[in-house]
């Protein structure tokens, strides 16, 4: 089965500095990764992915992710943390290998606070 | 488009009581799940469906039960409510892409389940 670690279960980061969140993948097979943010007694939301082709992924918010098969890793990052950046986020793998997203396997989530 | 929506949002239930999560999506997504939220846990898989009449079991599939008699509607059942089963549930619907990286999960807003 696929798997994913993610390094520091609480992330702090001053207002305008580098956002830098770490997951680590295992998988035998080429994987699907992505990562997904939770706001406050919310769902998820899928912030980016990647599948195959480019390594450096670019999502929403202005956050970006590079897949880097040597280290089995896809870090998240965002050059400046904004206030509203402030959520948990999670890194997953696909299980599925059909055409449908049905089964994920989550990190156990890394919450980020923002300092003003 | 309301997306995945998941009834209700709070409930209490008493040890041994059943009840039934209910989930419903308007995206005519083929592909269902049911995960569960806790601390330091990060989202595990319990049941998954993908397609109407077809489901299966995920990582932590003890205790509940689902069926998927139309597209729209997966509903998961607490057989026997135990202590150990309160937890924050999320259902996600994703549509059939070109291969499950070339997709993604849609979230609802989550049940909080508190068994007393």
């Known amino acids: 089965a696929q798997s994913v670690t993610q390094l520091g279960s609480h992330v702090s980061v001053s207002e305008g500095a580098l956002v830098l969140l770490r997951c680590n993948y295992s998988?035998?097979?080429?994987?699907?990764l992505f990562w997904y943010v939770q706001y406050p007694n919310q769902g998820l939301q899928l912030l980016l992915k990647?599948?195959?082709?480019?390594?450096l992924v670019k999502g929403i918010n202005g956050f970006e992710a590079e897949f880097k098969k040597s280290e089995t890793s896809f870090h998240l990052t965002k050059p400046s943390a904004h206030m509203s950046d402030a959520a948990e986020y999670f890194c997953a793998v696909s299980d599925s290998f059909g055409f449908g997203n049905e089964k994920l396997t989550f990190g156990t989530g890394t919450r980020l606070t923002i300092i003003p | 488009n309301a997306g995945v929506t998941q009834t209700p949002k709070f409930q209490v239930l008493k040890t041994g009581q059943s009840m039934t999560l209910q989930c419903a999506q308007d995206m005519n997504h083929e592909y269902m799940s049911w995960y569960r939220q806790d601390p330091g846990m990060g989202l595990r898989l319990i049941h998954y469906s993908v397609g109407a009449g077809i489901t299966d079991q995920g990582e932590v599939p003890n205790g509940y039960n689902v069926s998927r008699s139309t597209t729209e509607d997966f509903p998961l059942r607490l057989l026997s409510a135990a202590p150990s089963q309160t937890s924050v549930y999320f259902c996600a619907s994703s549509y059939a892409g070109t291969g499950a990286g070339n997709t993604e999960a849609f979230f609802g807003q989550g049940t909080r389940l508190t068994v007393v």
């Open positions: 998988s035998s097979v080429p994987p699907y």
């Open positions: 990647y599948t195959t082709g480019a390594t």
